[in-house]
């Protein structure tokens, strides 16, 4: 950066770079405490300066980290102690809430999460002259950010194993590939650069006025949509039921070109209404054989690239099940963590409900399921 100040304490709008990050992670509910690893020499600075000046009072703790980034990393999982830890850098100040909390949602499920960007700019590789040897396939290529999220047990062995053997990684997520166990890669943020150069503050700045304009015209957060979905499916014998991705004993199930998985359908449905996305049968036609016997998650999964594709994040998910028997109730957690994983959306923004329809109509006769969902989205912008 070329300025005497490590960038983290850098101006940035009305606050320090590392503030912006503070904010962020602070607002996000599932984050019970943040651990801060700086510098030692830096230590009572940030207590007294950043930490104890702006009320950051999830900050427990302020500790002095290595000589390198890694060396940082090991300090922090061993000082650690929560079940899910969410590495960020310090010097990406534009990552949002609802990129922390999808990053935490998919560690819930996975285990093991980064962050990642589509590649844009087709990428060779050269040698040492500057003659290209290859051009690599951009497709499956994703430039990796923070946050990323894990269970503690996985990043402390992966961290433990590293400094053991005496290697050092660019970032946690490669320490964790090394010991076998598998890294899933999420959506990032375009705007979630890290501040490198001074033109990345500039950037920065000029991003944040520009939101802060936006903000200031009448609405408090970027502007909000709705869809509404509707699904029902015929109750047959010789088919499994199957609800919200749960696998549900019955002697009868949905009858359907995929599993029937009629609130899944009715979820996409409300999901495609609120980006103005078409409807499901669009997207995935009954005549289309690829689709047959498909699970719905795999659809919803589609579904939600689609909706970040046109730059919206989920809200909110709120949705009911119509069904005479059996009693869901039991079943509805493990139909919120199937659409948290498959969403990456905190199981705090999904909501469930299942009821009869008091023996009325085909919900009543036990001649079919219906299900009704309602989504809230928000324009996220890159
Ligand atoms: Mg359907």
């Known amino acids: 950066m070329g300025t005497a100040r490590p960038k983290q304490y850098l101006p940035l709008g009305d606050l320090p770079v590392i503030v912006h990050v503070l904010k962020t992670f602070s607002r996000v509910s599932a984050v019970t405490e943040i651990l801060l690893v700086v510098p030692r020499a830096d230590v009572p600075h940030v207590r007294s300066e950043i930490v104890g000046r702006y009320g950051l009072g ?17 300090a922090a999982v061993r000082a650690e102690t929560t079940d899910i830890v969410v590495i960020h850098d310090a010097v990406r100040p534009l990552a949002t809430p609802a990129l922390v909390e999808a990053a935490i949602a998919g560690a819930v499920c996975w285990g093991a999460v980064a962050t990642g960007i589509p590649v844009r700019d087709t990428v060779k590789s050269t040698d040492a002259e500057g003659w290209v040897e290859e051009t690599l396939p951009r497709e499956r290529l994703c ?31 490669a320490l964790v590939e090394r010991t076998g166990t598998r890294v899933r890669m999420i959506s990032g943020l375009a705007r979630n650069i890290k501040m490198t150069t001074p033109e990345d503050l500039d950037w920065a700045r000029w991003f944040l006025e520009k939101r802060g304009r936006e903000m200031g015209e009448g ?37 359907g070109h995929s599993d029937g998985d009629a609130l899944i359908h009715a979820v996409i449905d409300a999901l495609l209404g609120a980006v103005g996305g078409g409807d499901i049968g669009r997207l995935f036609p009954d005549s289309d054989p690829a689709y047959r016997g498909v699970s719905s998650l795999t659809l919803l999964a589609r579904v939600c690239s689609l909706v970040k594709e046109k730059r919206f994040e989920v809200v909110h ?29 905190d199981a705090g923004r999904i909501n469930i409900k299942a009821k009869t329809n008091e023996g009325m109509g085909f919900v009543g006769r036990e001649e079919g399921v219906a299900a009704f969902a309602v989504a809230t989205v928000r324009e996220c912008g890159r």
Do not use: N
Request: net charge neutral; charged share 25%.
């Open 219 to 255: 609405a408090t957060e970027m502007p909000e949509r709705v869809g509404c979905g509707y699904d029902s499916h015929r109750l047959v014998a010789d088919r499994r039921l199957i609800l919200g991705g749960v696998d549900i004993p019955h002697p009868r199930g949905l009858l």
């Open 317 to 345: 998910l709120d949705a009911t099940i119509l069904m005479e028997k059996p009693k869901l109730a039991v079943h509805i957690p493990a139909m919120i963590e199937h659409l948290s994983a498959t969403l990456c959306l």
């Open 143 to 173: 430039l990796v950010q923070t946050p990323q999220a894990f269970r503690l047990e996985i990043l402390r062995r992966a961290h433990e194993r590293a400094a053991a053997e005496g290697f050092y990684g660019t970032d946690d997520a």
């Open 58 to 74: 999830k900050v427990r703790r302020v500790i002095a980290g290595g000589r390198e980034r890694q060396d940082s990393g090991l």
